[in-house]
């Protein structure tokens, strides 16, 4: 076989695994088909193996991820361990340390759904999150505990490279979506990062003749998603607020179910990883009702960013094929489960 990946999965928790359970028969099924290998390494780092060994992942956990092309990741999280755990413990490290500064969250009206309101006929929009610094920060304390004097202090970092390089890959994807940009900023009330923000969005943008730049507060913009989400092509915006809109605009397009993330380091000296952008939803874990669009969605990013473009829309059109049939999960109001809606992909793509 000419070409072969090598992919490190990480199901993780929840809804996770079915969904990764999922992604991963559908790749291997369009790999067979357009004739290259996926070599997956299953990786058990979950909560499961947070209560047995007190870590989310081993202790070289980074250093066996970048041997692989590519990390695949279902959603870590069970209600019985701390956020901080989950997200500090895996997730954010990998984001960091194999520096996919670049959270890419597409979003488009999938065929066969029902968006939130009537009336979003051809939502289409692109987030570009800063994916590696500012709110969310390790800086910061509670102070003064169980006095009335008590008080909690969390530290944004925002750089000029960090505001630069998000900018900068945002505009480009502009430059193939009609030219405009907004960006998310709230520099009237937090007056330090957010004018900086604005700052060097602006600075950079003027690298890129065709691309005009439109800051929007970030309050009036998530008012405008709702009202008149066709109105908006390509956002980008800061670790927090581009985490909020992304779910925003899913929400806005049907379900959380079925919005795909992909962690990039877009020069590809580390592997990048793909997620759906949802959790473990501990409510439906183990029903089998799962949506796995986001998770397939993730996948065909992932075959793309490896260069099997083709891999990726055959991928595509079978997962937005079997929904424009009208099978779909409940979160959409359907009625098939997850291994129906997989059933499906699978016999379309063979
Ligand atoms: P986390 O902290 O891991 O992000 P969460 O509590 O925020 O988890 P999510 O998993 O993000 O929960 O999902 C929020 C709700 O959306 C879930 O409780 C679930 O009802 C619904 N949901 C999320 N993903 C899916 C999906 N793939 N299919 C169906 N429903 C989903
Ligand atoms: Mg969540």
């Keep these: 076989m000419s070409r072969s990946y090598v992919i490190d999965a990480i199901p993780g928790d ?18 067979g088909i357009y004739g290259f290998g996926v070599q997956w390494r299953v990786r058990d780092w979950n909560s499961d193996l947070y209560r047995k060994a007190g870590r989310m992942m081993p202790v070289d956990g980074i250093d066996q991820l970048s041997s692989g092309d590519g990390i ?27 520096d996919q500064y670049i959270n890419l969250r597409p979003m488009r009206l999938l065929p066969g759904v029902v968006g939130a309101m009537p009336g979003i006929g ?21 102070f003064g505990a169980g006095t009335d004097g008590e008080f909690a202090v969390q530290e944004s970092v925002f750089t000029r490279r960090g505001i630069a390089r998000a900018a900068r890959y945002a505009a480009t994807a502009a430059t193939e979506r009609g030219g405009r940009l907004v960006s998310a900023t709230k520099s009237n009330g937090i007056i330090h990062t957010m ?15 065709g691309v005009v730049v439109e800051k929007v507060l970030i309050d ?42 992909a962690n990039l380091n877009p020069e590809r000296r580390h592997p990048s990883m793909f997620e759906p952008v949802h959790g473990s939803a501990p409510d439906i874990a183990g029903k089998g009702i799962a949506n796995p669009v986001g998770a397939l969605w993730a996948a065909a990013m992932m075959l793309d960013h490896l260069g099997e473009a083709e891999a990726a829309r055959s991928l595509t059109s079978a997962f937005e094929g079997t929904l424009a049939d009208g ?21 379309r793509l063979s």
Aim: proline share 6%.
């Design 14 to 31: 929840g809804i996770g695994v079915d969904v990764t359970d999922v992604a991963m028969q559908c790749v291997d099924a369009v790999a």
């Design 327 to 347: 099978t779909a999960t409940p979160d959409l109001k359907g009625t098939a489960t997850t291994a129906e809606f997989a059933a499906a992909v699978l016999s």
């Design 122 to 142: 051809d939502l289409d929009i692109v987030v570009v999150r800063e994916n590696v610094e500012g709110e969310y920060s390790q800086i910061g304390g509670r």
């Design 220 to 261: 009036a913009l998530a008012a405008r998603l709702v009202m008149k989400p066709t109105s908006i092509r390509t956002i980008v915006a800061s670790n927090l607020f581009g985490d909020i809109l992304s779910d925003l605009v899913a929400g806005v397009a049907g379900s959380i179910g079925i919005a795909p993330s």
């Design 195 to 209: 004018p900086f923000w604005d700052e060097v969005v602006a600075e950079t943008v003027k690298e890129f003749p």
């Design 72 to 98: 695949y990741l279902g959603a870590v999280g069970t209600p019985d361990v701390p956020d901080d755990v989950t997200l500090w413990g895996l997730l954010i490290p990998i984001r960091r340390e194999f």
